[in-house]
């Protein structure tokens, strides 16, 4: 038997049970929403939503595919315009957010974030609560990749 991909890198990203101060911001819950109609079949836009817990602060960018290399490109541009520092960053078990660009890049990070993710074969805990906050702005960034339209994406 084999060790299925991933399984390794699933081990090095602790499951969030909670964040270690759930009083400060900075702890950013993140998500992707496909803009691809009625099929995951080729090429679309991706949103890419982060959260913060306790502000409420919403940042969402678009990313073409969700290639690691272009959500990491997307969460760089994020942090760099929130107004805190990033404490946190809670994402699902998806391969955007579990690849080894994602793991090296708050690794290496001088401030250190947490790196967590939900639990395995389930929903992302939180999923309701992001979801009512971000349903406005899922329906913007649609409206949004159509008019701009693919040129507008890095490859």
């Not at 982060?50 to 490109?73: C, H, P, Q, Y």
Request: net charge positive; glycine share 10%.
């Amino acid at each position: 038997m084999t060790t299925k991909r991933g399984t390794l890198l699933k081990n090095q990203i602790p499951i969030r049970t909670h964040f270690s101060d759930e009083s400060l911001q900075g702890f950013d819950e993140a998500d992707t929403v496909a803009h691809c109609g009625n099929s995951l079949a080729g090429n679309f836009a991706w949103s890419l939503i982060m959260t913060d817990i306790v502000t409420g602060w919403i940042e969402g960018r678009a990313t073409w595919n969700k290639g690691s290399a272009g959500v990491l490109e997307q969460i760089q541009d994020i942090e760099a315009h929130l107004p805190f520092s990033l404490r946190g960053f809670d994402c699902d078990n998806g391969s955007g957010f579990l690849n080894h660009h994602l793991v090296r890049y708050f690794t290496d990070h001088p401030n250190r974030p947490a790196m967590t993710r939900s639990r395995p074969y389930r929903k992302k805990t939180t999923t309701p609560r992001l979801s009512k906050r971000t349903g406005l702005i899922h329906g913007s960034c649609s409206a949004t990749t159509a008019l701009i339209g693919r040129a507008s994406f890095p490859s």
